[in-house]
């Protein structure tokens, strides 16, 4: 039996009950009571482990490794689910689990499953560019790329990414990279490694650079969780879900969570304890309106809806939810002189794709990689706002590429986010193209790759989608989102913008922070969860700075 080089004494641990139960619920002893298992929430129990706390992770959803206690794993290799399968991240959308990971209580996608939306995403690690904080203000002091490097360092220790999975260094099914490589170079773009080269993003391309190790999906179920769970002080319960937080005015003394049974319970903190929000930009939102901490109105349909909020006295007026941010996305198919076909992804999971598996036996071939073949950075200025966009780059049947087109770091528009009746977030407000600098800046971007594409001598054809309107009108969520509890030095409070301080502590709370992407303060260059990674490493170290 072959198994993957992922630390199997690590993985034995967690198989033999590493996780807890609701019933074993230690009241009063947790320093650090975590909400939501995503990539923050893991990263920052880590390291609070590391730091000898007591530390409790909750998670809404269930584990999608055999080591997390899922047993829905391959035919052909029993250690292995679907998810883990790099090869399968194109097709992430038909497996099985897909629903079951699909958080049911948000209107945009997000995943409520152990490792988040790193557990379900197609696995592009771009590593962020120093100009993401650097050039404007929107991140505040001491979160500027001086501060952040050493966070990113750490991180890249130990899920580093890469550009080339194969243990045989080679590259597999590179017929679209080739066929796109001479497009961009006749064009004047640049080759570059996006790993080691990472300020590079005007007119330049890439082999795609995914989050993989060992031949496996990476990411912090894999990178980090491990190691926490070696420590008799870190406790993980899943399919617990938070309902909210239990205060006594300026302090969190406990969460609510309702159990599988579908029981709620109240869960305490030790003497001096903390509360860590790390349920991504579309959940985090809805535990502080259920705890009477946001915007009147939407503390008040959380109490419509059966929360037992604080009192109104208690309530503190904090914009969260407000300035919701996320990559709008746009459609680009074009016939091509290449021919790529696209892998049977049935026969990969029954197993009769034996070419390929026996090659995966071996740590090498295909399904070591992700779904990309390219992913291309450039950038526009209008009104002297640069705009930045990535292109993800995928093989469709015979000879059609796929381009997903995001406009990225620089968009101005923003959204709200809000709560219903029936405790589900809603976006109120869309965060797509609302500024006219974002609608001119998108249609200039688009007509010169328009422009590019139907050269004579370019050898492509658009297909379906032929004119600047027609890919606008293809405008669909990136599942980015960020910014719906802020971080910034304008107290919310006092009408400035802001939900958390510098130190990623809520105003007006005493023991309460939030460290996923709710709290950045604008969007990164390209896919967010390399991102989400290094803020959540930088804001463990700045929490355990306060104490």
Known sequence: MWFPRVGSQVALLAAA??????SSFKNGEYDYIIVGG????????????????????????????????????????????????????????SLDVWDEYLCSDTEG?????????????YMVFVHPPEHDFDDNTNWPEGWKWKDLKPAADRLYER????????????????????????????LGWTAVDMITQ?????????????????????GPVRTYLPLAQQSRKFSLSLNTKVIRLVRE?????????????????????????????????????????NSGIGPKRQIETAKKSGIEVPPKHEWINLPVG??????????????????????????????????????????????????????????????????????????????????????????TSSGVLGIDKNQK?????????????????????????????NAPSSGFELETYTNVSSIISTLSPGMHYTSTAKMGTDDGRKGGSSVVDVNTKVYGMDNLFVVDGSIHPDLPTGNIQTTIMVIAEAAAARILAQE
Request: proline share 5%; aromatic share 8%.
């Open 17 to 22: 009950g590493a996780l807890a139960s609701a």
């Open 38 to 93: 995503g990539p923050a929430g893991i990263i920052t129990a880590e390291r609070f482990i590391e730091a000898g706390k007591n530390v409790l992770l909750l998670e809404q959803g269930t584990g999608p490794t055999v080591a997390t206690g899922a047993n829905e794993t391959l035919p052909w290799n029993r250690t292995l689910t679907s998810i883990d399968l790099p090869g399968l991240s194109a097709d992430v959308g």
């Open 109 to 121: 996608y997000a995943a409520c499953v152990l490792g988040g939306g790193v557990t379900i995403n």
């Open 159 to 186: 899920n580093p990414g890469t550009t080339l999975p194969s243990a045989d260094s080679k590259r597999y099914d590179q017929g679209l990279y080739s066929v796109l490589s001479n497009f961009f170079s006749n």
């Open 198 to 218: 990472p300020n590079e993003k005007y007119q330049v391309y890439s082999h795609p650079a995914w989050n993989i190790k060992n031949q496996v999906r990476a």
């Open 249 to 289: 005015g300026s302090q969190v003394t406990g969460v609510e969570v309702q159990t599988a049974s579908g029981k709620t319970e109240i869960v305490t903190l030790a003497h001096n304890g903390r509360v860590v929000l790390a349920g991504g930009a579309l959940g985090t939102p809805r535990v502080l309106f």
């Open 322 to 411: 407000v300035g919701l941010k996320d990559h709008p996305i746009f459609t680009i198919m074009a016939q091509t002189p290449g021919d790529f076909g696209i892998p049977d992804y049935d026969s990969i999971l029954n197993g009769s794709d034996t070419k390929d598996i026996s090659l995966y036996r071996k740590s090498d071939g295909l399904l070591t990689q992700g779904k990309h073949r390219m992913i291309f950075f450039s950038s526009n200025e209008i009104n002297g706002t640069t705009r930045y966009y990535q292109g993800s780059c995928a093989p469709s049947a015979g000879s059609v590429l796929d381009i997903t087109t995001y406009m990225t770091h620089g968009a």
């Open 425 to 453: 977030t809603v976006i109120e407000k869309s965060p797509y193209l609302q500024t006219a600098g974002d609608r001119v800046a998108a249609r200039s971007f688009i007509q010169s790759l328009i422009d590019d594409f």
